[in-house]
C-alpha cells in the first residue's frame, strides 16, 4: 500500500480535502504530545497546546515553505506554544506522568513505587532546568535529534544548542549523581 | 594522536563528528547514565483518543477562508530559480518600466530622488518594556528578519525598566521582546496584539516617515 509522504498530504489539504489533514494529525500526535508531557505540561493542557497548534497548522498551510519538512514546521508552531504556555504556569501539573505510569504499568506495588520514585526525581530535575535547556535535553536525551536538527527546530545555532545541552548535562548529573548506584542502565 | 579535553570531546560527539563508543570511558559513562535517566521517562505515552476529533471539529467549524489562504500564499518562503536568460529579461523589463515612468522619477508622485530616499530613512524609535524579573530583555521584528539574537535594552538604573532607541524603516512592523533569551512576550504598552500564526503574539508598530 502506498503510504502519502507528508508533501503529498500538505498538498492535498491545501486544496481542501480535511482528510489529508487528518491524516497528518494522526501521524504526528503522538510524538508531539509525549514532547509537551515531557516539557512538563498535564495531560489536559498538552492536550489543549497539540489542538491549537494543529489547527493552526491547517489555518497556515501556505506558510509551511516546504511541505517535505512539515514536521519541523509543525514542531516549531508547538514548540512555540509551549513556551507561550509556560510563560503563563501551565507547565506545572498536579500530577505527573510517574503516577500515570505507576498506576499503569506495574503490577508489583513496592516495585512500582520505588520506579515512580525515580521518575520523580529524573523529572523534577529535568523540569528544574531552565525551558530552553530543558526543551533541548528532552529533544537529544528522549526523543533522539541531533544537534542540527534541534537547532533548526529551535531557532538557535548549533553551538547555542551545544551550550544548553552541556549545561542541562552538568544540572542533571549533579542532580541525579546517586541514581548512578541504582541501576538506570538502559 | 592529538589530547583532546573533555570538553572537546563532547563537543565532537554532540556535533555528531565522533559516536558515544568513541568518548573516553568517563563520559561514555555520564551520556549512558543520562540516557538510561531519561529512558525512564520515554514512556509510550499517547495522544487522548479524542484529539484528532476535536481538531477536525475545530477545523470544520472555522474553515480556511480563501483570502487568508491567498495572504498566506504571497507570505509564503519560497526560493526562486532564474536562468542567466530570464534573470537579464527581467533586468531589462525593470529598467524599461522605470524609464517610462513621468521625469524619471522612481515613485510616481513622490518628487526628486532624492525625497524618495530621504522618505524610506529609518526613524529612532524608542521602545520601553517593564520586566521586574528580567536579567535580560531584547528586541526583534520583521525589520531585522526576526534576529532571534535581537537588539538588546539597557535596564535603567534602579529600576525593572528596560530601554532602547532603534532605527526602524518606516511602515508597519510586527515586534516581540524576548526576556532572558527565551521568553517572548508583546509589548504591553502597544495596542492589541496580533496573532503571528505560529503560536505567538506580535505587537504593530506603525513608523511614520520622519519630515525631510
Redesign the interface.
Known sequence: MHTLSDKELVERA?AGN?GA??TL??RY??P???YA??MGFG?ADA?DI???????A????????DPDRFDGWLF???A??C??AA?KGANREEHG?DEV?LLE?DPDPAEAAE?AS??RR??AA?EDL???QREA?VLF??QGY???EIAELA??S?SA??MR??RA?ES??AA?GP??DEG??? | MMNRTNDEHLDAYLTGDVSLEDLPEALQAEERLLFGAMAMLREDVRAPASLKGAVMAEIARRPRSRWRAMVDWLVRPRTVRLSPAMGLGFAVAAVAVLALLPDGRLIPGSGDPAAAVSEAAPVLTRFVFVAPEASQVTLTGDWVSWDTEGIRLTQLRGSDVWTVDVPVPPGVHEYSFIVDGSEWRPDPLAGEPVDDGFGRANSVLMVAASEA
Open positions: 491545501r480535511r489533514f487528518g494529525v494522526e500526535q503522538d508531539l504530545f509525549r508531557r515531557h495531560e492536550r497539540l489542538q491549537d497548534a494543529f489547527v493552526r491547517f489555518r497556515h498551510l501556505e506558510r509551511c515553505g516549531k508552531i508547538t512555540n506554544l513556551r507561550t510563560s506522568l505510569m504499568t520506579a525515580r521518575r529524573i523529572k529535568l531552565p525551558a530552553d535535553a536525551y528522549i541531533g544537534v542540527r531557532d538557535a548549533q544548542i551545544k545541552l552541556k548535562r542533571l548529573k541525579l541514581l548512578g538506570t542502565s538502559a
